[in-house]
């Protein structure tokens, strides 16, 4: 990984080591759905494929994941949660993504399903519009 971001590439706000890093390294696992959702974001950002493999659901989760196609995410809008909180086992997160791939702008706008497995979050699947 390049040199980490000052600010969390998730749109918290907040500094990337006290926001999503925890996450990455393994020390901070994710209290809330919507927390493992801005991690995943921030992972995709930062190319951190092995995070991405690792807080994904065994039973949904790709054997491999290229993230060298050229995307550059711009920016993430949490738009609803529901369930997915820290005494919760499922939730759904309703997110907008911005990315550039191959010179155009895109948004992503997908409605997440996580679930927890042995205590800790995971991406389940999602449903995207268009």
């Known amino acids: 990984m ?3 971001p000052h ?10 080591r006290r926001c999503c890093l925890p996450r990455h390294d393994g020390t901070g696992p994710a209290p809330t759905a919507e927390a493992l959702m801005r991690s995943r974001y921030s992972a995709y950002a930062l190319q951190l494929a092995p995070y991405l493999l690792a807080s994904w659901h065994p039973r949904t989760r790709p054997t491999t994941l290229d993230l060298n196609d050229g995307t550059v995410w711009l920016g993430l809008q ?3 949660c529901q369930a ?9 997160v309703t997110f907008a993504a911005r990315f550039r791939q191959h010179g155009q702008q895109h948004t992503l706008r997908e409605r ?3 679930v927890r497995l042995e205590g800790a979050w995971v991406y389940l699947d999602g449903e995207t519009d268009g």
């Open 78 to 80: 949490v738009q609803a």
């Open 84 to 92: 997915g909180g820290p005494h919760d086992d499922q939730g759904r």
């Open 112 to 114: 997440s399903h996580f």
């Open 2 to 4: 390049a040199r980490p």
């Open 7 to 16: 600010l969390c590439p998730c749109g918290s706000q907040r500094p990337y």
